[in-house]
Structures are given as structure tokens and as C-alpha cells.
């Protein structure tokens, strides 16, 4: 067996096992939300429903509001920013033709 069937069949083991876990988690907080869902009454549950939708629609209007009558929160300063008289320019950072040839994808041929 090669090392990168090792690794892959490691990666795949490793991410079964955080799937499982994770769908165990949802499933022990589903029936312990469903065992406390059961114990409320029909009145119970429209309050808890009208309150849910009053607080997401006020929180909605809140963001709406803030976006179009105060603008951005982000400040920024108008200040300049001065270059030292000596400081010199980066390095050149342009890729050469072969090294761009290196990252295109080779193009199917028509017929």
C-alpha cells in the first residue's frame, strides 16, 4: 500500500468518525428539545412563536434602520500616509512565462 492510500484512508476514517459525531450531538439535542417541546400547551407555544417573531422582526428593523440612516460603521481616518524618503520600491513579484505555463490547466483538444 502507498503512503498516500495510508493518508487518504486515514482522512477518510478521521472525517467519518467527526460525521458521526456531529449527527450524535444533533440527534441527543433533538430529543431533548422534542421531550421539552411536548411538556407546552398550545398557548405556550403561539407566545413563544409570536415572541421569537417579534424579536427577529425588531432585530431585522434595527439592521435595516442602522444600514440606511447612519451609514457604515467602519471610520476611516483621512490621514495621509507619508512614505519615508528612502524606503525602496518591493521586490518584483511578477511569475516568469514558465511558471504561469505551470498553472493552466491543459485545454481539450476540439475534433
Not at 85 to 96: G, I, K, M, Q
Request: include cysteine; glycine fraction near 4%; aromatic fraction near 8%.
Amino acid at each position: 500500500m502507498k503512503k498516500k492510500e495510508a493518508d487518504k484512508r486515514w482522512q477518510d476514517r478521521a472525517s467519518s468518525w467527526i460525521a458521526h459525531r456531529i449527527i450524535a450531538a444533533q440527534l441527543s439535542l433533538c430529543r431533548h428539545l422534542q421531550k421539552q417541546e411536548q411538556r407546552l400547551t398550545v398557548r405556550q407555544k403561539k407566545v413563544a412563536l409570536f415572541i421569537f417573531c417579534l424579536s427577529c422582526g425588531g432585530y431585522l428593523l434595527y439592521l435595516l434602520g442602522s444600514a440606511l440612516f447612519y451609514g457604515p460603521t467602519l471610520h476611516l481616518s483621512n490621514e495621509v500616509i507619508r512614505v519615508q524618503e528612502n524606503a525602496h520600491p518591493p521586490p518584483d513579484t511578477s511569475l516568469s512565462d514558465k511558471r504561469i505555463k505551470m498553472f493552466k490547466h491543459p485545454q481539450k483538444q476540439k475534433q
